[in-house]
């Protein structure tokens, strides 16, 4: 697979286009993006980076950073990924001067899209626009059910398995390892404080089963009442691991959520909660 950050990048081709901003690279996504295999042309993803909810001044939570979603689609299987530069330039683009820009240069003869799709200066295009200037044009019916807007509610609300059907895998949080107050190895639990990119999505505050690195993996996220904390942590316990993680990128896969976070009557209840917690991740399973 090619990746691409300029259209000059791409081999010459004619190509079956499929295009959108794939956020988490859900089932719905992979739907549009097997869509565009087509004998006698070249498969390519079109994706924008930053997001352009994000440009535009709008907030969004993302479900993935942009080098995790760059791997979800080269697992989706296109020939050629081009990343498009999302630029407040690019989004008053007319129609028509973004297929100039950006989809005639690389050689597009048919797009595929999901139903509603939208692009250029007040998303004024659409298939039928693209159709009107002599692009082929698939329509991808969407997936019931799946959209990243419901995935982001299932996660908010910590409903993991809802969240997974959706994605067709475990939901993912992963940053670096930072140095914390080192508080949970003085209880016998040492764990790995994640540092999340402040964009990325994080679930529910609460206690989840995962897994990390091929171990079981016990996961808090929220702000330690037992200790009065007031700022959000991520702090992951790998079952049965040993070695130091700080610095390395961990990737976390949330599998349950197990509690909601609360303060404890002792520090020997807390340490109590946290065993039948590991017991739980160790016998929680994937939910796909």
């Known amino acids: 697979m090619t990746l691409a950050h300029d259209p000059s ?50 907030e969004v939570q993302l479900l ?9 689609l080269r697992e989706a ?56 200037l002599g692009i082929e044009t698939h329509a991808v019916r969407l997936v019931e059910g799946v959209s990243s807007t419901r995935i982001r509610e299932a996660l908010r609300t910590g409903d993991i398995r809802s969240a997974a059907s959706m994605l067709g895998r475990p939901p993912e949080l992963e940053g ?8 949970g190895g003085t209880l016998g639990f040492p764990t790995a404080n994640l540092g999340v990119d402040r964009e990325i999505l994080v679930p529910a505050y609460g ?14 996220i929220g702000v330690n009442p037992h200790y009065g904390g007031n ?14 993680l700080y610095g390395r990128r961990l990737r976390l896969e949330l599998w349950e959520r197990l509690r909601d976070e609360r303060a404890f009557a002792s520090e020997a209840d807390l340490v109590e909660q946290i065993r039948l917690d590991t017991d739980a991740a160790r016998a929680a399973r994937p939910p796909l």
């Open 9 to 58: 990048e791409l081999p010459p081709a004619e190509r079956m286009v499929a295009i959108g901003t794939f956020d988490g690279v859900h089932r719905g996504h992979r739907a549009v993006i097997e869509a565009a295999r087509a004998p006698g042309l070249r498969a390519t993803t079109v994706t924008f980076e930053p997001h352009p909810r994000l440009v535009l001044g709008y």
């Open 231 to 244: 700022e959000r942590r991520i702090e992951a316990f790998l079952l049965d691991f040993a070695g130091d």
């Open 77 to 132: 299987g296109p020939d050629d990924v081009l990343v498009v530069p999302f630029t407040p330039e690019l989004s008053q683009l007319e129609p028509e001067e973004f297929v100039a820009r950006v989809l005639a240069p690389i050689g597009t003869r048919a797009v595929v899209a999901g139903e509603g799709f939208r692009f250029g200066r007040g998303r004024a295009g659409t298939l039928e626009t693209l159709a009107g």
């Open 64 to 72: 993935t950073t942009f080098d995790r979603r760059l791997e979800l």
């Open 176 to 183: 670096p390892v930072l140095h914390g107050d080192a508080r």
């Open 207 to 220: 206690i989840y089963a995962g897994e990390a690195l091929g171990h079981r993996v016990a996961v808090s």
